[in-house]
């Protein structure tokens, strides 16, 4: 097989989602619902925060410096109430399952870098410069002009897949769903660009007393064929519906849950690296997550600028450092310049050290629960200052 855009010319390439009620989604959602409610009250507060589940049970824990009082039991019985865990029969309720907290302080030998970094000191540097990176690490950002959202297909249709899901749950369509659910797509590739679906899975958590071969027939007319494009569908298409015929047990009872146990969903669906660190529950100074959102910001305006087909943008960053160690792209041979011009224009109109990242976007402020289910990029139906294509005009300056 050729090489064409770094994708074989003939390739089956999956990604996965899960629903916001997946036992890690819930986790993801409720550190992020804390974070919002915390930087409502105190928009410069230091907050890491993580969540674990099982059945009948949540404990938070995690290190937070705050000026704000918060109800943690009350976010979490909220968090799990939206999401639809409020029935026993389901392995955990809102209304009555335990609540155990353990959280601490910020160690201060972290706080004194973020607040004054090893540039800023005793130096005349910008006060972009005075504030560093809460911690060590490399971030990615990836971007494709395969789809609208500049998203890899298999992502995009899963999570559509998952958010259909939800959507004729809560709807009353198909009455007899529980929260928990899984899609995963896999799309054939040729010459780089999607052909056809080859294989769609969907698992369905659901009430006992439902006939499988309503519910194969239920997902596949009101959740499949309502998401996918059907001339993406041929006769050749293979549907996985509750593949093992049964999907009763579910939620934190059917797994355990983590916070930050999901960044592939979260990102960019195996597309590309990945740095390691997750999201959900940590304030905009860890650049795991601030830096990782600057880094699509980057690779979707210079895909939408027609700069290159598909971008992937690594930024890394070192604790109490203000600007990156780092700036690598990869354009997987579809650059219309050299990948060594496209990191010339990157510096020249980007800003990521992480003061730079969090005044631009304006990231101290609740947007980040919202964020927490069907991935943070590509959200087309949510406002985020990451997914903004406002350097694309002058990103095009350098074609002519």
Known sequence: ????????????????????????????????????????QDKDARVAC???????????????????????????????????????????????????????EQSADIAQGVD????????????????????????????????????????????????RLADVRKNGTLNYLRPDGKAQVTVEYEDGK??????????????????????????????????VNKDLLDENTKYYINPTGKFVIGGPMGDAGLTGRKIIVDTYGGFCNHGGGAFSGKDPTKTDRSGAYMARYVAKNVVAAGLCDRCEVSYSYAIGIARPISLTIN???????????????????????PKAIIDNFDLKRPIYRQTASYGHF?????????????????????LK
């Open 1 to 40: 097989m050729q090489i064409y855009g770094g994708i074989m010319s003939k390739v089956l390439l999956t990604s996965e989602s899960v629903t916001e009620g997946h036992p890690d989604k819930i986790c993801d959602q409720i550190s992020d619902a804390i974070l919002d409610e915390i930087l409502k």
């Open 50 to 104: 993580e969540t674990c589940s099982s059945t009948g049970m949540v404990m938070v824990m995690g290190e937070i410096t705050t000026s704000a009082y918060v109800d943690i039991r009350n976010i979490v019985r909220k968090t799990l109430d939206e999401i639809g865990y409020n029935n026993a029969d389901y392995g955990i309720d809102s209304k009555t399952c335990a609540i155990l907290t353990s959280l601490e």
């Open 116 to 163: 004054e970094s090893e540039e800023y000191r005793g130096s005349s540097a910008d006060e972009y410069d005075r504030f560093g990176a809460g911690d060590q690490g490399m971030v990615f950002g990836y971007a494709t002009n395969e789809t609208d959202e500049y998203m890899p297909l298999p992502l995009q249709l899963s999570h559509n897949l998952c958010r």
């Open 194 to 227: 999607a052909k056809r679906i080859d294989a769609i899975v969907v698992s369905a958590q659901h009430d006992p007393d439902v006939d499988y071969q309503r519910l194969y027939k239920d997902i596949k007319e009101e959740v499949i064929f309502k998401v």
């Open 331 to 353: 354009t997987y041979g579809t650059g219309k310049v050299s990948d060594e011009k496209i990191v010339e224009i990157i510096k020249e109109n980007f800003d990521a050290r």
């Open 378 to 398: 590509g959200r087309n139906d949510l406002d985020l200052p990451w997914e903004k294509l406002d350097k694309v005009e002058k990103l095009k300056t350098y």
